[in-house]
């Protein structure tokens, strides 16, 4: 038994084992334990049946990592082996989750959710400390030494938790260390040799080896060294905090940052502050939308602790790259198609930002997908540029008049319903003041989003401090009442408390995070970090999914319009208003001018008025203004049509100057070209016909019968510029004309007014007008001139 060692092996598994708590602040749930302490006991039995077989401390080495090999197979590895035991299979399935394992690490705040990369990774990782511990402090009689990888694996979850480990991980790793370490030391003194006699202790006590005072000042030692490790930090200056694996490390009160990439942090505190935002740039994007949606990225069900906590792994989501309207929003909700192109994204993978509800999607690149329930968008890496379609829904009021009960399925129902129970009373209580009694889920929605946008509410990165009572003491809270207690926070407090009051008033809810539209300059939208936003997304039969809007408009500027008070003019405001019309036109005709004495006058300029409404102007001062005013807009009229007029005048004269079929298809081909530049797409200088067409279709998003109009319009031009003289070229009007119609379509308001009224054919047009007009003048004036000079 003194061979196999089995007190100090068993004490070497036990350390190894409790270095591996701390990482349940790392992950979420904690399903991973159970299979790592079993990967633990293999490598410990495998130690004892190695030096059971051999003193050689390689062939014990040699021993627990095949038994660990083997182990790893047997348990991580079920449905991979090849007759029991890990082949290639094995190799490439472990591969594929460690993978995982690693985006989750990177893409996560702590804690993580854990998925079967993660078990796996935790497993082999914690297996070969073990197997070092075991080396070092079994076979090598090096306990010291052994506490290297116990510090590392210890370290691992010390600074990459997001937040300072309670005390109580450090002491009892520490303790077992040293029990460790006391166990070898005394067996090490015990086979030191002596010359000078000893003596007893004292009565019933011996000390027959000497070794009970070296035993009691280690001990001793022990002791003062752990107290002074706790102690220490506290009284300390903290220096930076340094994360040993990027990801698990970032704080969860903003996005995080890694190689000019940003990942937002899908674990939300509601007791922490926020710093300063960044203004550090996240996606750049474009938009047919004249009023952008909010980007999401994630949605969370889940709130425990203070904490709102992923449902489960991207690495779990079906890689879907197929996207459909979600199949709870009816066909008959009206709605607007819209589409977004995102361009310098630096959002990590496997994130991507989205509005929603999502009807379609392109990502460059990347294998990608869409989570079913929610249309989470997922990647396997970074990419810098997608597109998406989108729907605004605008659903009518009589479809959102529903019951406040539960519609969604069984697998849905409890999480969208589940209220925090520490916060219950206070969330309860206050929905039965702020919903009226008997009210309709859409009525109690927007009473609640109405008590959190008023005065009475502020928003602040800085959360107030504790609530204490009339004695001075602080009163112990929990994170939804403190904030409601307090009534001060930012988007992630209004959001959740929203959520939980519409739970508690029957209606399903969620939270969503993703980042507010951004800023708009000279037609692009930059969203910055900065832009971080969570909102409530509240269940609706037929709807689906509804986006509402708790926080206050100062920071999130207007509400969904369905999730507002339709603002109705009474009827008797209807009636006074066009009351002073009616009596106007209606008053009654005076028979005669006795009581008037302007009558006559009047009767003579209104008996006129009909047939001299000019005159009449010029001949009263009042009315001259309004003279002025009529030939001002006509005059502005005419010059508004003027320049389109000119430039379809200018399109007709050059066809008419062509000398054939190829030029008039460059005349056509120009007039295109120049109609889409004043839509504000112009193709690079210098780009042939096909590079511009290829422009037009990607910054114009042409697709199916648009894309195959520029392509006949491409090829023709091309015929007409390399063909042989005398081809047959077909006319691309039509063509060209749908090409123009499909870019105007996906092109600002703004944008198409000013290619209508003011394009620069027209500008052209006037110009040569104007120049073939005042030119003969000019040359007459200078002719005449010139003899004046001469004589």
């Not at 909700?333 to 991507?352: E, M, N, T």
């Not at 005669?592 to 008025?609: I, Y």
């Amino acid at each position: 038994m003194s061979r196999t060692r089995l007190a100090d092996t068993a004490i070497a598994a036990l350390a190894t084992a409790v270095v591996s708590w701390p990482l349940t602040t790392l992950f979420t749930p904690n399903n991973w334990i159970r299979p790592t302490m079993l990967m633990v006991a293999v490598v410990a039995a495998a130690g004892l049946l190695g030096r059971w077989l051999t003193t050689s401390k390689t062939g014990v080495l040699l021993v627990q990592l095949v038994a660990l090999v083997v182990g790893a197979g047997w348990i991580y590895g079920r449905g991979h082996l090849w007759y029991g035991l890990p082949g290639v299979d094995t190799v490439l399935a472990f591969n594929n989750l460690l993978v995982d394992a690693r985006e989750t690490i990177q893409n996560y705040a702590a804690p993580a959710p854990t998925n079967r990369g993660i078990i796996l990774g935790v497993g082999l990782a914690m297996g070969l400390t073990a197997m070092l511990v075991d080396h070092l402090a079994v076979m090598r009689r090096s306990p010291a030494l052994a506490g290297l990888p116990l510090l590392t694996a210890f370290l691992i979850s010390a600074s990459n938790s997001g937040s300072s480990l309670h005390p109580i991980y450090f002491v009892i790793a520490a303790g077992v260390w040293l029990i460790m370490v006391g166990r070898q030391g005394i067996a090490s003194v015990r086979r030191w040799s002596t010359t000078a006699p000893l003596q007893s202790r004292g009565r019933g006590t011996s000390d027959r080896d000497g070794t009970m005072g070296f035993a009691s000042l280690g001990r001793t030692l022990g002791v003062a060294a752990l107290a002074a490790a706790v102690v220490l930090p506290v009284v300390t200056p903290h220096l930076p905090t340094r994360y040993l694996v990027d990801g698990l490390g970032r704080a969860t009160d903003s996005t995080g940052f890694s190689d000019g990439q940003i990942g937002l942090n899908s674990t939300l505190d509601l007791t922490r502050s926020l710093e300063d935002r960044s203004q550090s740039p996240v996606l750049s994007y474009t938009t047919t939308a004249a009023s952008p949606t909010p980007l999401r990225v994630g949605v969370l069900t889940t709130y425990r602790g203070g904490e709102w906590r992923p449902d489960r792994s991207d690495s779990e989501l079906s890689r879907r790259p197929r996207v459909a309207l979600p199949d709870d929003i009816s066909g008959d909700v009206p709605r607007k198609r819209y589409r977004i192109s995102v361009d310098d994204s630096r959002l990590q993978a496997p994130q991507l930002a989205a509005p929603y509800p999502l009807v379609a999607g392109e990502v460059d690149d990347a294998s990608w997908g869409v989570d079913p329930l929610t249309q989470v968008l997922r990647t396997n890496r970074s990419v810098t540029s997608y597109r998406m379609d989108y729907v605004a829904l605008d659903p009518p009021r009589a479809l959102l008049e529903q019951p406040t009960t539960d519609r969604l399925s069984d697998s849905q129902r409890f999480d969208a319903l589940r209220v925090d129970r520490e916060s219950a009373p206070t969330v309860e209580s206050l929905v039965r003041q702020v919903v009226p009694e008997g009210a309709t889920r859409i009525e109690a929605a927007m009473a609640i989003q109405e008590h959190f946008r008023s005065s009475a509410y502020t928003y602040s990165l800085q959360l107030a401090g504790p609530v204490r009572d009339e004695t001075g003491r602080e009163v112990p809270m929990d994170p939804i009442t403190h904030f409601l207690t307090t009534r001060q926070g930012y988007c992630v407090q209004f959001a959740t408390a929203m959520v939980m009051m519409a739970r508690a008033a029957g209606i399903p809810a969620r939270m969503a995070i993703g980042f507010l539209p951004g800023t708009l300059d000279k037609g692009t939208y930059t969203v910055r970090a900065a832009d971080a936003h969570a909102w409530p997304e509240l269940y609706f039969e037929g709807a689906g999914w509804l986006r509402f809007e708790p926080t206050p408009a100062s920071r999130s500027g207007q509400a969904p319009p369905y999730s507002l008070e339709e603002v109705q003019t009474p009827e008797t405001q209807s009636t006074a208003t066009e009351a002073p019309t009616g009596s106007a036109t209606s008053a009654p005709r005076r028979d005669n001018g006795a009581n008037d004495p302007g009558a006559s006058d009047r009767a003579t300029t209104s008996g006129s008025a009909d047939t001299g409404v000019l005159s009449a102007w010029w001949s009263s001062g009042r009315l001259t203004l309004l003279g002025w005013v009529l030939l001002g807009l006509v005059a502005g009229v005419v010059g508004t049509v003027a320049v389109p007029v000119g430039a379809r005048l200018r399109r007709r004269r050059r066809l008419r100057e062509a000398p054939d079929d190829a030029q008039r298809v460059e005349v056509e081909w120009q007039a295109m070209v120049e109609r889409i530049g004043d839509l504000g797409v112009v193709a690079p200088r210098g780009s042939t016909p096909r590079q511009v067409g290829r422009f037009y279709q990607r910054e114009a998003y042409l697709e199916g019968a648009e894309v195959a109009s520029l392509k006949r319009v491409v090829d023709t031009v091309e015929q007409s510029r390399y063909a042989r003289p005398g081809t047959t070229l077909v006319d691309i009007r039509e063509d060209a004309e749908r090409v123009v119609h499909a870019v105007s379509g996906v092109r600002r308001r703004r944008d198409r007014v000013r290619a209508l009224l003011w394009p620069q054919d027209g500008l052209v047009e006037w110009r040569e007008r104007r120049a073939a007009v005042t030119e003969p003048v000019q040359r007459a004036w200078d002719s005449v001139r010139s003899r004046l000079d001469r004589s």
